[in-house]
C-alpha cells in the first residue's frame, strides 16, 4: 500500500475503534484534551502526519491492545513514510497520485486530454507548455508522468480503462507527436490484458462527460472507492458514497457511448495512416 492509501486506512481503523469504545467525537476528543475539530481532521484524513505518540493516545483511549494495537502502530508508521510524487507536488496533484499508486482498479476519463496514464512524454510537453511551465518544470512534469505510468505494470493493479475523446486527438497538431501518441495507446489497447482504451467520437456530441474529466479508483475490498475530479486548482478527492456512485453512473453511461475496443483500435489506426 502507498502511504496515502495507508493514511486512509489508519484513519478508518482510528474511527472503527473509537465508536467500537463507545465514545462520541467530542467524547473522546475530551479524555485527551484536544479539540474535536482536531479529532475530526485525524478520522477524515485531513491531518496527514500524525505523531506515534498521538496515535498511541488514542489507542489507549480506546482499550486497543495486543496484536490489534501493533498492527494499527505498524499502520501510523508506513503512513509517515515520504512517496516519490512529494517532490513533485509542483506538478502533479499529490492525493490523487497517492491513490492511484494504491488503486486496484482506475476508470478513468480525459476530457479534452488524452488521459495521463496514455501520455507520451511528448505530448506531456505540450501541455506543460500550454500551462506556461519553464523548461526545468516541464522536465519534472515528464518524469512525474513516466514515474505514475509505470502503475500499469503493477501486479496489483486488474484493470485500466481509459475514455478518450476523439477531439483530444484531433488538437494535438504536430504530426510527430500525434503518431507516437496514436502509436502508444494502439499498443497499449492491443497488447495490454489490464489496459482497455475506448474512444468517444466527435460525432456523439455534447454528452455526459461534459462537466470534465474524471477518474474513479476502487480499492480492495475493505476500501471505499473514490472518484478524482480534475480542475484547473489541481484537483479534489470525493469520498462521499452518494457522490461517487453518481460518479459511476456517468462513467457507466460514457462506457456505454463509447466505441468498442476492438472498433477503438480500427479508429486509431486510420487516425495513425492520416498523420
Same mark, same amino acid.
Given at each position: 500500500m502507498?502511504?496515502?492509501v495507508?493514511?486512509?486506512?489508519?484513519s478508518a481503523?482510528?474511527?472503527?475503534?473509537?465508536?467500537?469504545a463507545?465514545l462520541t467525537?467530542?467524547?473522546?476528543?475530551?479524555?485527551l484534551?484536544?479539540?474535536?475539530?482536531?479529532?475530526?481532521?485525524?478520522?477524515?484524513?485531513?491531518?496527514k502526519?500524525?505523531?506515534?505518540?498521538?496515535?498511541?493516545a488514542l489507542l489507549?483511549?480506546?482499550?486497543?491492545t495486543?496484536?490489534?494495537r501493533?498492527?494499527?502502530?505498524?499502520l501510523?508508521?508506513?503512513?509517515?513514510?515520504?512517496?516519490?510524487?512529494a517532490?513533485?507536488?509542483?506538478v502533479?496533484?499529490s492525493?490523487?497520485?497517492g491513490n492511484?499508486?494504491g488503486?486496484?482498479a482506475?476508470?478513468?476519463?480525459?476530457?479534452?486530454?488524452?488521459?495521463?496514464?496514455l501520455q507520451?512524454?511528448e505530448?506531456?510537453?505540450?501541455l506543460?507548455r500550454?500551462r506556461g511551465y519553464?523548461?526545468?518544470?516541464?522536465?519534472?512534469?515528464?518524469a512525474?508522468?513516466?514515474?505514475?505510468?509505470e502503475?500499469?505494470?503493477?501486479?496489483? !493493479?486488474?484493470?485500466? #480503462? =481509459?475514455?478518450?475523446?476523439?477531439?483530444? $486527438?484531433?488538437?494535438?497538431?504536430? /504530426?510527430? &507527436?500525434?503518431h *507516437?501518441?496514436?502509436?502508444?495507446?494502439?499498443? !497499449?489497447a492491443?497488447? #495490454? =490484458?489490464?489496459v482497455?482504451?475506448?474512444? $468517444?467520437?466527435?460525432?456523439?456530441? /455534447?454528452? &455526459?462527460?461534459a *462537466?470534465?474529466?474524471?477518474?474513479v479508483?476502487?480499492?480492495?475490498?475493505?476500501?471505499s472507492s473514490l472518484?478524482?475530479?480534475?480542475?484547473?486548482?489541481?484537483g479534489?478527492?470525493v469520498e462521499?458514497?452518494?457522490d461517487?456512485?453518481?460518479?459511476?453512473?456517468?462513467?457507466?453511461?460514457?462506457?456505454?457511448?463509447?466505441g468498442?475496443p476492438?472498433?477503438?483500435?480500427t479508429?486509431?489506426?486510420?487516425?495513425?495512416?492520416l498523420?
Amino acid at each position: 500500500m502507498t502511504s496515502t492509501v495507508v493514511r486512509r486506512r489508519l484513519s478508518a481503523e482510528l474511527r472503527r475503534w473509537r465508536m467500537r469504545a463507545g465514545l462520541t467525537l467530542s467524547d473522546a476528543a475530551g479524555e485527551l484534551d484536544w479539540s474535536p475539530a482536531k479529532l475530526g481532521h485525524i478520522e477524515t484524513g485531513i491531518r496527514k502526519r500524525l505523531s506515534i505518540t498521538e496515535v498511541l493516545a488514542l489507542l489507549q483511549l480506546y482499550g486497543v491492545t495486543g496484536g490489534q494495537r501493533e498492527a494499527i502502530l505498524a499502520l501510523a508508521r508506513q503512513a509517515r513514510a515520504r512517496p516519490w510524487w512529494a517532490e513533485y507536488e509542483d506538478v502533479v496533484s499529490s492525493p490523487y497520485v497517492g491513490n492511484e499508486a494504491g488503486a486496484v482498479a482506475i476508470d478513468t476519463y480525459g476530457g479534452a486530454l488524452v488521459p495521463d496514464l496514455l501520455q507520451v512524454p511528448e505530448y506531456t510537453a505540450l501541455l506543460a507548455r500550454a500551462r506556461g511551465y519553464d523548461s526545468r518544470t516541464t522536465e519534472r512534469m515528464v518524469a512525474a508522468y513516466l514515474n505514475r505510468q509505470e502503475n500499469l505494470a503493477r501486479d496489483t !493493479l486488474s484493470r485500466y #480503462h =481509459a475514455l478518450v475523446e476523439e477531439d483530444a $486527438l484531433q488538437r494535438v497538431t504536430d /504530426p510527430r &507527436v500525434r503518431h *507516437a501518441q496514436l502509436r502508444r495507446m494502439i499498443e !497499449l489497447a492491443e497488447g #495490454h =490484458a489490464r489496459v482497455t482504451v475506448q474512444l $468517444l467520437a466527435t460525432s456523439l456530441g /455534447p454528452h &455526459v462527460g461534459a *462537466a470534465g474529466p474524471f477518474a474513479v479508483l476502487e480499492f480492495d475490498e475493505d476500501e471505499s472507492s473514490l472518484v478524482f475530479v480534475d480542475t484547473p486548482h489541481g484537483g479534489a478527492i470525493v469520498e462521499a458514497e452518494t457522490d461517487v456512485a453518481r460518479c459511476q453512473q456517468v462513467w457507466h453511461a460514457l462506457v456505454e457511448a463509447a466505441g468498442s475496443p476492438q472498433d477503438t483500435v480500427t479508429v486509431l489506426r486510420r487516425l495513425d495512416l492520416l498523420t
